[in-house]
């Protein structure tokens, strides 16, 4: 018997893709299946995004991963390659590289490649976290070109920092800077992720770059995926493995940092901090069984977690308990838990059982 499961429904990952292409009008949109796909399985994720243009992940290891399982596509490294061994192997494997500083383009002017490989110069319009600056931008390009081991146009990259906040001022200045350095050249260009396909029509450009939305999940705080035309992909599930009668004035858990006020019933389930559910989750965060929302009522533990079912409940052990999914935004556990749905479904355990509906 599966305890614990988390059930990835693929049919609703390609809806997804299909709907934020459709946004798109022409433009490519890049699947990014970086982190296993987000905790859904990258190899899995990118064999059922057989239509992607594109995948993109963060490590070089990520990328031989889905080549090594015949993955067809262009998959690029968004960080691009962190020593010159790396980029012979992207030129080798067709990994586009992100450029984003000094040493990466030293790498490309010095290393002997078997093959030209495809590069993105990534620049900083306003994150400054990675990228060139904009009046570095002409030296980069020339250099670059002068080695005559680019595949093709050197293409252009930048990140958002806000796009998630509708009324941010960053983001229009972001793609500001962006068109105004970029114009001269001719090569492909990409800065819009989730946010900027759904907020940033303008942002859209020549490739549009697909996260936490294909996942069926809001880039933003407030909104859940549903409202946006998603569906969620992740739905983790687990067991109700103890029902106990609970006197009132009585604390439950580790610190009796809960106390019932009334005589009720306490659910125990089968999920914990252990499957990567987080233990800042406090008390009143909702859980989702038998068709209705229970609070979590005590510290979240290792391998359990206790629930408030209330002194009319008809529930039993083995019931089936959804911690987040089709019935439970993920968004609202991560908002009740002060984090953000891609923390939660990026860090599940190794022992949470993935199921797959293809
Ligand atoms: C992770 C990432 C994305 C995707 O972001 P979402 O918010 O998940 O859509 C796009 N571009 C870069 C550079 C990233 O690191």
Redesign the pocket.
């Known amino acids: 018997m599966i305890t614990a499961e988390a059930v990835i429904d693929f049919r609703a990952l390609n809806r997804n893709y299909d709907t934020l292409k459709s946004r798109c009008e022409g433009q490519k949109v890049?699947a990014?299946i970086?982190?296993n796909a987000?905790g859904h399985n990258a190899v899995r994720t990118a064999k059922t995004l057989s239509q992607a243009d594109m995948f993109?992940v963060?490590r070089i290891e990520e990328a031989i991963e889905l080549r090594d399982a015949g993955i067809p596509q262009p998959i690029l490294l968004?960080?691009g390659c962190f020593c010159a061994e790396d980029l012979k192997i992207a030129a080798a494997k067709n990994f586009h590289t992100?450029i984003h500083c000094e040493e990466q383009l030293k790498d490309l002017e010095q290393t002997t490649l078997a093959k030209p490989v495809t590069a993105w110069i990534?620049l900083d319009t306003g994150m400054h976290r990675l990228g060139v600056q904009p009046y570095e931008l002409p030296d980069f390009v020339s250099r670059a070109e002068a080695t005559k081991k680019l595949a093709g146009p050197v293409g252009f990259?930048s990140?958002f920092c806000c796009?998630?906040d509708k009324s941010a001022k960053a983001t229009a200045k972001q793609l500001d800077i962006f068109l105004k350095s970029t114009a001269p050249y001719p090569g492909p260009k990409?800065l819009?992720?989730?946010?900027?396909?759904l907020y940033w029509e303008t942002s859209h450009l020549d490739y549009c770059?697909?996260?936490?939305?294909?996942y069926g999940i809001s880039?933003s705080e407030g909104i859940t995926g549903a409202k946006l035309g998603l569906e969620p992909v992740m739905t983790l599930k687990t067991k109700l493995i103890a029902v106990r009668k609970h006197d009132a004035n009585q604390p439950v858990g580790y610190g009796e940092t809960w106390t019932s006020e009334r005589d009720t019933y306490i659910g125990v389930i089968a999920m914990g901090y252990g499957d990567g559910f987080p233990r800042s989750a406090p008390s009143g965060t909702p859980v989702y069984i038998n068709g209705r929302i229970v609070p979590i009522s005590g510290r979240v533990s290792m391998d359990m977690i206790t629930v408030d079912l209330g002194p009319d409940c008809q529930d039993k052990v083995g019931d089936s308990v959804e911690m987040w999914g089709k019935n439970l935004p993920v968004e609202k556990v991560a908002e009740a838990a002060g984090t953000i749905p891609?923390e939660l479904v990026i860090k599940l355990a190794n022992r949470i059982k993935k199921t797959y509906l293809d």
Do not use: C, F, Q, W
Not at 192 to 197: E, H, K, W
Not at 209 to 214: D, E, S
């Open positions: 890049v990014v970086k982190g987000y993109a963060s968004l960080e992100a990534k990259m990140h796009a998630d990409t819009a992720n989730s946010a900027g396909i770059r697909a996260g936490i939305a294909l880039p891609y």
